[in-house]
């Protein structure tokens, strides 16, 4: 005990034997006041991104197809939506949105990635962890799932945001493919699409200053586990005791916790797919329309828990040093959030990314609903022999195969530098032939042309025909892969290629999904 001074000595002395007591007490004390003193550095979003599917649908074209059944639809068949393609979910979206986010940022730098859904795949086999697989990240960060309603992104965010307190610098992505019943509202209204953020506390473009947050058992949307599509209650009651209700509750909560006036505002981001009811908050919170972002539901509809993150992905595309931003999410409740842009946001504005107004401009018409049916598995399709026949999947080999899969790893040789796919002992390259001198290197990052294609009819494909390339990567590498986003009379030999994380096969006897790397031409 004598090594023991000040307050510890004395509390040392009056536990008598009990010193080890002493010293947990200490350590968990000081252990506190460092987490404290953390906490009142500068936290917030360090990068971000999104992503927006190829296809759009005009609602017209639903409503024209089932609007004689329910002709009330027709207030809601203004607009196009995005559609994922038959090959995407919301893990692969959250992944391209990662990558968007991620650039030229070190992999091994990220300590966690949290996935935030109401439509994700798996109920038991983690989300999350198939994202941070696909983005090369350490196998030691934090993985987590968000769901149950859709502000499930901002609740991801907000953890993450936490995590930055402590030091942590956390990847968080919101992405949503929901299904909806053919010739409802929600089908003409849901579009899919993703955003990411990275958190920390170095290098902040958007500073976090606050939130409040309400919970609330308000019973608009459910669906149980073993169902596809959302229950709602009437519309009207979900917009006035619902978003009409909620939000401004939220907003109250927080300007009054930070002393603010809307006016303090350059953007105001609420997660409100309903025009009617939009307009009734803008009036209860004391805000303007020109302080209001883009909700973006006539170009990509509502992309549910991804709508919050989605909008402030575009609202920081166009921020400016100094701008306070308010985002507010709703969904069992709402989150609010409160941001205000530093210096570091005209740098980051010029990264490489493609972000919101990227995607937006990059888009494909989907005119044939039936098209649509089918990339939603909603309708079934005689797939003659080759369509039926799925092999088992080998759960050890995909274990063992490891990033090669789901990363794209391949090697690179230690003497030449020569890279190539899948990870060989021996260097391909004629002139080395090196053995057992490799190096792992990631494929699904890099840029490349194809080198040949053809187009395959008698191969089964959801949207065929199907189309195959050999891509020549721009440092070396030659890999034969599937092409989407795309169709066979576009393609041309040496057009430039990326890489993109997508659906390879389902095989629902066995509960699962094969994921892997296509290519996708680069629009012009």
Request: with cysteine; net charge neutral; glycine share 10%.
């Amino acid at each position: 005990m004598g090594s023991l001074k000040g307050p510890s000595r004395i509390l040392a002395a009056s536990l008598g034997s009990r010193t080890s007591d002493v010293f947990r007490f200490c350590a968990g004390f000081y252990s506190r006041i460092k987490y404290i003193k953390r906490r009142g550095t500068m936290v917030g979003i360090t990068s971000y991104g999104a992503y927006i599917p190829w296809y759009r649908m005009n609602r017209t074209i639903i409503f024209e197809q089932l609007g004689w059944f329910n002709p009330a639809t027709a207030s809601v068949a203004r607009g196009e939506k995005a559609v994922a393609n038959y090959d995407e979910d919301s893990i692969t979206m959250a992944v391209a949105a990662a990558l968007d986010c991620l650039g030229e940022i070190s992999r091994g730098s990220v300590d966690g990635l949290y996935l935030g859904s109401t439509s994700i795949p798996f109920a038991q086999r983690q989300n999350a962890a198939i994202v941070s697989q696909g983005l090369d990240l350490p196998s030691g960060v934090r993985t987590a799932d968000f769901g149950g309603s859709t502000k499930a992104g901002t609740s991801a965010l907000l953890s993450a945001l936490d995590a930055a307190g402590a030091g942590n610098r956390t990847m968080v992505c919101a992405s949503e493919n929901r299904l909806a019943k053919p010739g409802s509202s929600q089908e003409h209204t849901y579009g899919d699409g993703a955003a990411a953020f990275l958190t920390g506390n170095e290098n902040v473009l958007a500073h976090f200053k606050g939130s409040f947050s309400v919970s609330s058992d308000f019973i608009d949307f459910r669906r149980i586990q073993e169902e596809k599509f959302c229950h709602g209650w009437e519309e009207r009651w979900i917009r006035d005791a619902g978003y009409s209700r909620i939000i401004p509750e939220a907003v109250a909560g927080l300007t009054n916790r930070y002393d603010l006036k809307m006016s303090d505002f350059a953007k105001i981001i609420l997660a409100c797919p309903v025009a009617g009811a939009m307009k009734g908050l803008i009036k209860s919170i004391g805000a303007t329309p020109e302080q209001m972002q883009d909700t973006m539901i006539a170009q990509v509809g509502d992309t549910g828990a991804a709508l919050p993150l989605m909008m402030l992905a575009a609202a920081l595309e166009d921020a400016k040093e100094g701008d306070k931003i308010l985002v507010v999410s709703y969904g069992s409740g709402s989150d609010a959030l409160y941001f205000e842009v530093t210096d570091k946001i005209g740098e980051a504005q010029k990264g490489g990314r493609k972000g919101i107004s990227g995607y937006l401009a990059e888009r494909k018409d989907l005119s044939v609903y039936g098209k649509y049916l089918v990339f939603r598995n909603l309708i079934p399709l005689e797939v003659g022999i080759r369509g039926e026949e799925i092999s088992p999947t080998a759960m050890s080999a995909v274990g063992r195969d490891g990033n090669a899969i789901s990363a794209l790893v391949g090697s690179r040789c230690g003497a030449c530098g020569t890279p190539q796919y899948p990870k060989q002992r021996i260097c391909v390259n004629p002139d080395c032939g090196a053995v057992d001198d490799m190096e792992d290197y990631r494929f699904s990052d890099k840029k490349g042309v194809l080198a040949s294609y053809t187009g395959d009819n008698l191969a089964f494909s959801w949207d065929p025909p199907q189309i195959y390339g050999l891509v020549d990567f721009e440092d070396g590498g030659r890999i034969l892969l599937d092409l989407t986003d795309c169709s066979l009379d576009s393609v041309k030999v040496k057009m430039p290629v990326i890489m993109s994380f997508r659906k390879k096969y389902a095989d629902p006897q066995r509960g699962y999904y094969g994921y892997f790397w296509k290519a996708v031409p680069v629009k012009q």
